[in-house]
Every structure is written in structure tokens, then in C-alpha cells.
């Protein structure tokens, strides 16, 4: 009798253990999915592989689910230092520490890129290569970024499990310097089905935050009217939205759920114009309404853009 309970003791605690295992890696699939455009995003601007970044977040902020996460939308436990936002207070290496506090997740994400742009202790990184997943998460650890001395194994083990590194690509002028070769970055599509029969029930897993607004990227076979619908918007009210008169919805196209705001993410005060750029598609890259750019830069939705330009997207364009 005892040694029947010995055995199903242990096979308890096993399935409790598997059950928890497969939640972990179910969680870590969604924040992936949640957040490995703004990751791919600021990887484009600033060299920082998305990988890192990703593999980071999912570690420092146990999938978004830790007290500073919830509480404070910090993912990354960047502390204070000299931060003038606002702020969170909880028990970290030492008592009631001072951590960083945003109104979305997507602004930590922006700040840990720039918190590693400002500290010259991370400026090496820079030099290294944004496919070089293994050199970056050395190269943090060594810098002092964390304080557990398997950190940077952890990281790597995190991005060869979930296969981060096919986020990370060759980038032309990071901010952070490099002149890596360029290469262009294709999205990775996953595939949808069911729900009234058709390829749009995989919105939900394709639901992101820019700018701290839902959005979806479409696909072929989206509509304005397919999205409305699942969604319960109006159509007309969707594509006012999207700053839409007309039905098209391009393959590859933000589609925001909720109004766009008037100026972009802090972090992104401009936009370097590429080849085939326009305003509309800058608008919606960064979740600003399109009539909020046009004036604070002085153009019409019209306007042929000049690659290199600068498109302002927080305030208004100098004039002089």
C-alpha cells in the first residue's frame, strides 16, 4: 500500500511537471508571436538582433507574466538610473529598488534598445554582426548586463529551442553602427483556419501592438469586411481607422483595430524614407493617423517622398 502511494506520488508530480512545462512553452509561443515585430522593428533601426531582444524578454519578464511586467509593463527590469518617467518600486538584488515604469510594453521594448544605445559599456556589441545571436548574449553578459553568471547560456538556449534566431537578418544602417550588408527582411508567416470556414480565424495568434493599439498584418484572402465582421466593427468604422476610402487591403498591411494615435511611440521621432515608401504606409508602420503626419511634415498624402528624407513622426518638421 505504501509503495502504491510512493508510485503515484511520483507519477503526480510528473504530470504536474509536463502539464507545467507544455503551459511554459505555450506562453512563450504567444509572447513570441505578440511581440516579434517590434523586435524585428527595432532591430531594423538599431542592429540589435531580434532574437536577443526576444529571448530577453521572455527570460527578464517570465513571458510577461512577472510582478514588473503586470505592474509596471517593464520587460526588461531596467532599473531608474537616471529616468525622469514614472517609476515602480519592488525587491530586486536589494530592497524597495527603483525600476522604470511605462504606459504600454511596447515602450520598453523601444527604451531597452536605447538603453543600450546610451551606455558606452554596450557600445562593442554594435560591432558585431545582428545574425550573431551567440557573440551578442556573450558580449551582454560580459558587459554586465546580468548578474546570473549562465545568462548568457540561457539566452542562447531560449533561442535555439523556440528558433529566434530566424527573426534576425542583415541590416544596412543600424543606428548603432556597423554597415552591415543589407538584405531584406521578410516576415514569417504561419497559416490559419476554421471559424466561419475561413483563412481569417488565425487572427487572434496574429494580433500584435503598435503604438500601443491592436493591429493585425494581413494576408491573402483578408478584407476590410472578413476583419470587421470577426471583430464586430463596423466596416466603415475599420477603415476610418486605417485612413481608408477604399476596399483594398494589400497583402502585408497593418490593420489597426482601434483609432491611431497623432504621434508615434516615444523612440521613434522619425522615419528614414526607403524606395517605396509613401506617407500612408509610414502611417501605418507606426500606428499614426495619416492627416497628423501630412501636417507635421508639411505634405500631402500624395507627396512623392525622396529616399533619405526624414519623416517626423512625433512633432512638427523644422523648417529651417
Not at 18 to 38: D, G, P, T
Not at 84 to 89: E, K, L, P, Q, R
Not at 183 to 196: A, D, N, Q, S, T
Not at 281 to 296: D, H
Amino acid at each position: 500500500m505504501k509503495n502504491r502511494r510512493i508510485i503515484f506520488n511520483v507519477l503526480f508530480a510528473s504530470v504536474l511537471l509536463a502539464l507545467s512545462s507544455l503551459s511554459y512553452a505555450q506562453s512563450r509561443r504567444e509572447f513570441v508571436q505578440q511581440y516579434k515585430h517590434i523586435a524585428i522593428r527595432e532591430m531594423e533601426r538599431t542592429g540589435i538582433p531580434a532574437s536577443i531582444t526576444l529571448a530577453q524578454g521572455i527570460l527578464e519578464s517570465a513571458c510577461g507574466e512577472s510582478e514588473l511586467a503586470r505592474k509596471a509593463n517593464n520587460h526588461f527590469g531596467i532599473k531608474c538610473h537616471d529616468w525622469t518617467g514614472d517609476t515602480y518600486t519592488m525587491d530586486d538584488d536589494a530592497k524597495d529598488e527603483c525600476f522604470r515604469k511605462y504606459k504600454h510594453p511596447e515602450q520598453s521594448w523601444i527604451d531597452h534598445s536605447e538603453f543600450l544605445l546610451s551606455r558606452p559599456r554596450y557600445a562593442g556589441l554594435f560591432r558585431l554582426k545582428s545574425t550573431d545571436y551567440k557573440a551578442w548574449a556573450r558580449g551582454l553578459k560580459a558587459a554586465g548586463y546580468a548578474t546570473n553568471p549562465k545568462y548568457a547560456d540561457l539566452l542562447i538556449r531560449i533561442i535555439e529551442e523556440e528558433r529566434l534566431h530566424q527573426y534576425d537578418r542583415y541590416i544596412k544602417h543600424p543606428v548603432g553602427g556597423g554597415g552591415e550588408l543589407s538584405m531584406e527582411l521578410k516576415p514569417v508567416r504561419g497559416h490559419g483556419h476554421g471559424h466561419h470556414g475561413h483563412e481569417e480565424s488565425g487572427y487572434r495568434k496574429r494580433e500584435e501592438m503598435r503604438n500601443g493599439i491592436l493591429c493585425i498584418e494581413a494576408r491573402a484572402g483578408d478584407s476590410y469586411a472578413k476583419i470587421a465582421d470577426y471583430y464586430g466593427i463596423k466596416v466603415k468604422r475599420l477603415m476610418q481607422y486605417n485612413d481608408r476610402s477604399d476596399a483594398a487591403l494589400p497583402v502585408g498591411q497593418m490593420v489597426y483595430l482601434k483609432r491611431k494615435k497623432s504621434r508615434a511611440a516615444r523612440g521613434y521621432e522619425f522615419h528614414r524614407v526607403k524606395p517605396g515608401d509613401d506617407l500612408y504606409g509610414i502611417s501605418q508602420q507606426y500606428g499614426v493617423r495619416l492627416k497628423n503626419l501630412c501636417r507635421n511634415n508639411y505634405l500631402s498624402p500624395e507627396t512623392q517622398l525622396n529616399e533619405g528624407e526624414k519623416i517626423y513622426l512625433r512633432k512638427k518638421a523644422p523648417l529651417f
